[in-house]
T-cell receptor, first 113, second 115 residues
Framework: AQSVTQLDSHVSVSEGTPVLLRCNYS??????LFWYVQHPNKGLQLLLK??????LVKGINGFEAEFKKSETSFHLTKPSAHMSDAAEYFC???????????FGTGTRLKVLA | DSGVTQTPKHLITATGQRVTLRCSPR?????VYWYQQSLDQGLQFLIQ???????AKGNILERFSAQQFPDLHSELNLSSLELGDSALYFC??????????????FGEGSRLTVL
């Protein structure tokens, strides 16, 4: 069975410092992995996706994530946080045999001036 | 703009009432997913339709039902509403031209308030 764990429910960083949002997954099959961002009262927007091509995936707004099969991780990073990055972030795993999408519980990112 | 349209954006109603939420998927997408997001429960998967057929069910209450029409738009019907049904309801679509497993495209959501 698939599952996804976002290790931190809240992360605070100062503007201009690196961001690390952690995600671990469990999947019986070769997974597809996604990161979504949700700004207040908005829908979820895709940041990036991994679908078995390059293990280092670059997304929008300077975010990237690295798929590490041995660690079953897909952590999201950004070198320098911007105030506009303050939002909730969801890690999602999709099993390619069932096409079900499993969402993590979300990480709320706060960016301090 | 994701290409997924949800109406209405906001809805206020009373307990015991019935409402219908509507979703138009991205052009060409065959799958529609419904999610409920509330402060205490987080993002919960309700139900998925693929090309008019129910494909998967999640934590959907018996008071709730959904369907997908031949033009691929979908409706989520919520009846006998309770205070706890107040939430943001999202629709997402995927599966352009039948190709599944790609990313989900989300609408802006319908915010339901039950008084």
């Amino acid at each position: 069975a698939q599952s996804v764990t976002q290790l931190d429910s809240h992360v605070s960083v100062s503007e201009g410092t690196p961001v690390l949002l952690r995600c671990n997954y469990s999947s019986s099959y070769s997974p597809s992995l996604f990161w979504y961002v949700q700004h207040p009262n908005k829908g979820l927007q895709l940041l990036l996706k991994y679908t078995s091509a390059a293990t280092l995936v670059k997304g929008i707004n300077g975010f990237e994530a690295e798929f590490k099969k041995s660690e079953t991780s897909f952590h999201l990073t950004k070198p320098s946080a911007h105030m506009s990055d303050a939002a909730e972030y969801f890690c999602v795993v999709s099993d390619r045999s069932t096409y079900k999408y499993i969402f993590g519980t979300g990480t709320r990112l706060k960016v301090l001036a | 703009d994701s290409g997924v349209t949800q109406t209405p954006k906001h809805l206020i109603t009373a307990t015991g009432q019935r409402v219908t939420l509507r979703c138009s998927p991205r052009s060409g997408d065959l799958s529609v997913y419904w999610y409920q997001q509330s402060l205490d429960q987080g993002l919960q998967f309700l139900i998925q339709y693929y090309n008019g057929e129910e494909r998967a069910k999640g934590n959907i209450l018996e008071r709730f039902s959904a369907q997908q029409f031949p033009d691929l738009h979908s409706e989520l019907n919520l009846s006998s509403l309770e205070l706890g049904d107040s939430a943001l309801y999202f629709c997402a679509s995927s599966g352009e031209r039948g190709r599944e497993g790609g990313e989900l495209f989300f609408g802006e959501g319908s915010r339901l308030t039950v008084l």
